[in-house]
Nanobody, 115 residues
Framework: QVQLLESGGGLVQTGGSLRLSCAAS????????IGWFRQAPVKKREFVAA????????YYADSVKGRFTISRDNAKNTVYLQMNSLKPEDTAVYYC????????WGQGTQVTVSS
């Protein structure tokens, strides 16, 4: 069973940057596309970005396009989310998983952007 551990969140000011990491146990990690999702208070979890198995293809929600960059290092079983030009509306708990939510959800990492 693959376990996911998100890290790298924190408190930043508007316009700041953070780099999130998603570390996974298990040898099947590189067999699947991986996505980042986020959930703000009283809102549903939403898709943020995804990266293909090889890392060659990436996909982004319109709200983060041009500001966030997703990448992966299969040798390290890790997926990253570089977040630049952060806005208060990016405040949320960020999670990683396959786009279909195949693995158990981790605890996420809190990102708070102050105005």
């Amino acid at each position: 069973q693959v376990q996911l551990l998100e890290s790298g969140g924190g408190l930043v000011q508007t316009g700041g940057s953070l780099r999130l990491s998603c570390a996974a146990s298990g040898r099947t990690f590189s067999s699947y596309a991986i996505g980042w999702f986020r959930q703000a208070p009283v809102k549903k979890r939403e898709f943020v970005a995804a990266v293909s198995r090889s890392g060659d293809s990436t996909y982004y929600a319109d709200s983060v396009k041009g500001r966030f960059t997703i990448s992966r290092d299969n040798a390290k079983n890790t997926v990253y989310l570089q977040m630049n030009s952060l806005k208060p509306e990016d405040t949320a708990v960020y999670y990683c998983n396959t786009p279909q939510g195949m693995y158990s959800w981790g605890q996420g990492t809190q990102v708070t952007v102050s105005s």
